[in-house]
C-alpha cells in the first residue's frame, strides 16, 4: 500500500524559511513524477512543483519560481520542498502526490497518490 507522510510544515514570519520532507513507501517509485500542491481556504488546489523519481528537470509554478527548490533523495525514498523568501500568500495545505508517467505534470487529477498534507502558514 503506497504511503506518502508529509512533515515540516509549520508558522514562520514572511522572508523566512521551511523544508517539506515527504516519505514515500509502498512500492518502488521508478516511472513515477513526485509533485507538490498546495490549498488555501477557500481556494482550489493548485500545483506547486514536480520532479521526476530519476531525478529530471523540476518544473515550478510561477509563483514559487526563484523561491522554492523540489528534490528528492532516491535512497532514501524521499521527496523535499525547500521554500525560501516565504510570503504570506504560500500560506496553505501543502500536499506531496505521485504519479505515474511524465505529462500533465501540474494538473492534479493525473495524480494516483496523495498524502494527508501539512500546514504551512506565513505571517506578515
Known amino acids: 500500500q503506497v504511503q506518502l507522510v508529509e512533515s515540516g510544515g509549520g508558522l514562520v514570519q514572511a522572508g523566512y524559511s521551511l523544508r517539506l520532507s515527504c516519505a514515500a513507501s509502498g512500492r518502488t517509485f521508478d516511472g513515477f513524477v513526485m509533485g507538490w500542491f498546495r490549498q488555501a481556504p477557500g481556494k482550489e488546489r493548485e500545483f506547486v512543483a514536480a520532479?521526476?523519481?530519476?531525478?529530471?528537470?523540476?518544473l515550478y509554478a510561477d509563483s514559487v519560481k526563484g523561491r522554492f527548490t523540489v528534490s528528492r533523495d532516491g535512497a532514501k525514498n524521499m521527496v523535499f520542498l525547500q521554500m525560501d523568501s516565504l510570503k504570506p500568500e504560500d500560506t496553505a495545505v501543502y500536499y506531496c502526490a505521485a504519479k505515474r508517467g511524465f505529462t500533465d505534470l501540474s494538473d492534479s487529477y493525473q495524480y494516483d497518490y496523495w498524502g494527508q498534507g501539512t500546514q504551512v502558514t506565513v505571517s506578515s
Open positions: 520532479v521526476t523519481w530519476g531525478g529530471g528537470t523540476p
